[in-house]
């Protein structure tokens, strides 16, 4: 059940394109509380809202603040007058969104017949903070090139959350962003996966398409309950549009989860059970020790066997990021405690620039 108290906004505190941050005034408390103006509309201070406190009073950490469910100063909102498409549907937040595959939206004619996304490479993440160095370095190796970032429903559905997709796309590293399923919020709407790649294809015109969720994932411990076993989905979705599916492993020996040290347990999930189809994995060179590690895993998982394992330098990528000024976390750690996390990223980014450049098939 939803945890729902009466507010009102002491102050904004900070907005960014579909997103206000605000302090709100609850019982006596003060505390920070998110608003979607696409949901609710605007928020000023001294609006009496309800707010939804499930996640603070859960004691979450990704996803902990609270937030505005309805702002009782302004009486209704409007939703755009185009579009027919539904997300979060069937929920009291159902919102219409103009979904680039509608007639409406222009691009239906380029995308009614599509079947194939003809051969281009698309990197396949598990975690948000996958998504900077792996834009970071095909920009830094393809600078003319056109980058989509597709946002998957497995996390935070609103792409506004995502403080990182909006600084990639000021720094212009990312050119266009496609919310699908259920997510929302991107430049463009699309109803499903295919879709959305079908989209960067055709409508973006993207050489290379990075597909990850949002801020967020939800994980259980055991094989299969985790969201990010989308990844091995998505490769199937990849080689069935006939395009060049590059699944990033999800690499840690800073984490003291053993399920997770060296390649974790959803990356050999993700290729072994969930995708059907092959992928493209990208190793990073590391040392000899964490290499001997991840070789003996891959060994044990026969990933080699029904995908096909790219060892690839990438040492680069922590430079990159550092020159582009972007300091990305993966569970609260930096690239100093993590680089092979990111590494990891980067060697996809390099495979792809290969295949663009001709250099790979």
Known sequence: MLTLKHAYVHEIVRTR?????????????????????SLTGDVSPGDDVLINTTAVDMGLGTGGRHFILWNFSQRSTEAPSK?????????????????????????HEALRDATSIDGMPVIIGTLHSQLPPAVVMLKRFLPGARVAYIMTDGAALPIAFSETAASLKEKRLIDMTITAGHAFGGDLEAVNIFS??????????????????????????????????????????????KG?????????????????????????????????????????????????????????????????LERIDAVETIEALREAN?????????????????MAAGAAAVYAARVVSGGES
């Not at 579909?18 to 979607?36: D, F, M, P, S």
């Not at 990850?212 to 069935?240: H, R, Y």
């Not at 972007?326 to 990111?342: A, K, L, V, W």
Request: glycine residues 10%.
């Open 17 to 37: 394109p579909g997103y206000t941050e605000a302090v709100v005034e609850a019982g006596g408390e003060r505390a920070r509380a998110i608003c979607y103006p």
């Open 83 to 107: 579009g027919h498409i539904m997300k979060l549907r069937y929920t009291p937040l159902q919102i219409k969104c103009l979904a680039v595959e509608e007639s409406e939206s222009g691009y």
């Open 196 to 241: 959305a790649l079908a989209a960067a294809r055709y409508v973006v015109k993207a050489d290379v398409a990075v597909v990850c969720m949002g801020p967020g994932i939800a994980g259980t411990g055991t094989k299969l309950g985790f969201s990010g076993i989308e990844q091995g989905q998505i490769v199937n979705a990849v080689n069935g549009l």
């Open 244 to 308: 060049t599916a590059i699944a990033i492993p999800r690499i840690t020996f800073a984490d003291k989860r053993e399920r997770h040290y060296g390649i974790s347990h959803h990356t050999i999930t993700d290729l072994r059970v969930a995708a059907v189809t092959p992928a493209v994995v990208t190793l990073p060179e590391i040392g000899a020790e964490k290499a001997a590690v991840i070789e003996t895993q891959v060994s044990m998982a026969a990933l080699g066997e029904s995908h096909r």
């Open 326 to 342: 972007i300091s990305p976390t993966t569970m609260g750690r930096g690239i100093d405690e993590e680089p092979e996390f990111f």
